[in-house]
T-cell receptor
Framework: ETGVTQTPRHLVMGMTNKKSLKCEQHLGHNAMYWYKQSAKKPLELMFVYNFKEQTENNSVPSRFSPECPNSSHLFLHLHTLQPEDSALYLC??????????FGPGTRLTVL | SQQGEEDPQALSIQEGENATMNCSYKTSINNLQWYRQNSGRGLVHLILIRSNEREKHSGRLRVTLDTSKKSSSLLITASRAADTASYFCATDYQGAQKLVFGQGTRLTINP
C-alpha cells in the first residue's frame, strides 16, 4: 500500500455516459497527478495540481475534466469518451518532484 | 521529446542471474528515479539518484548515473521470480517541475 487510493478499480462505460474517477491521499503531499497508461505506449502525464492549482494540462481533450477540491482529493470527470480512451488511469502524489506515490489505478473500458 | 528511453525493451533471464536495464535521457536533470510496475497495477518507487550522485544501493538494487553520457543503469542482483515486472526510469528535468517516464523494460525471471 502506497497511501494513495483510487476508486473504482474497474469501470466500463458507454460513449454517452458520464462517470468520475476518484483519487485520495493522506500523505500530506502538495502535488497530485493524473496519468494515462495505454498498452505499448509510455506513461502519459495528463494533469498536475500543486496546492490545488492546476499547473499542467498536457493537451488533454476536454472530455476529460479534472477537479481538485483540496490537497487530498483529485477527481477525473469523464464524458462522451471514445473507445481509444480505454486505458489504465493512474493517480500519483508527491512533495515537489521527488518520489511519486502511485495509486493502484482504474482500468477503464469504453464501449 | 524529453522522454527517457529504456534499453532493452524486454529482458528474460534465469532466476539467480543479474539483470541490468539502462536508461538514456536528453537534457540536464535534477534527479533520476526508477519505478517498478506489476502487471495492471500502480507504479512503486524503487530508488532516486540525484544529479550529483554517481551510484546508489538499496538491497539487491544498484543504480548508477553518468551525467556526461546522460544515462543510468539499474542492476538487480540475484534475481527472483518475484522481480518479474516492468521497470521504468523517470527524469526530473531542470525547470520542468514534473517527471518524464520512459517506455519501460519488461523483465521476466524464469524459475
Amino acid at each position: 500500500e502506497t497511501g494513495v487510493t483510487q476508486t473504482p478499480r474497474h469501470l466500463v462505460m458507454g460513449m454517452t455516459n458520464k462517470k468520475s474517477l476518484k483519487c485520495e491521499q493522506h500523505l500530506g503531499h502538495n502535488a497530485m497527478y493524473w496519468y494515462k497508461q495505454s498498452a505499448k505506449k509510455p506513461l502519459e502525464l495528463m494533469f498536475v495540481y500543486n496546492f490545488k492549482e492546476q499547473t499542467e494540462n498536457n493537451s488533454v481533450p476536454s472530455r476529460f475534466s479534472p477537479e481538485c477540491p483540496n490537497s487530498s482529493h483529485l477527481f477525473l470527470h469523464l464524458h462522451t469518451l471514445q473507445p481509444e480512451d480505454s486505458a489504465l488511469y493512474l493517480c500519483a502524489s508527491s512533495v515537489s518532484t521527488d518520489t511519486q506515490y502511485f495509486g493502484p489505478g482504474t482500468r477503464l473500458t469504453v464501449l | 521529446s524529453q522522454q527517457g528511453e529504456e534499453d532493452p525493451q524486454a529482458l528474460s533471464i534465469q532466476e539467480g542471474e543479474n539483470a541490468t536495464m539502462n536508461c538514456s535521457y536528453k537534457t540536464s536533470i535534477n534527479n533520476l528515479q526508477w519505478y517498478r510496475q506489476n502487471s495492471g497495477r500502480g507504479l512503486v518507487h524503487l530508488i532516486l539518484i540525484r544529479s550529483n550522485e554517481r551510484e546508489k544501493h538499496s538491497g539487491r538494487l544498484r543504480v548508477t548515473l553518468d551525467t556526461s553520457k546522460k544515462s543510468s543503469s539499474l542492476l538487480i542482483t540475484a534475481s527472483r521470480a518475484a522481480d518479474t515486472a516492468s521497470y521504468f526510469c523517470a527524469t526530473d528535468y531542470q525547470g520542468a517541475q514534473k517527471l518524464v517516464f520512459g517506455q519501460g523494460t519488461r523483465l521476466t525471471i524464469n524459475p
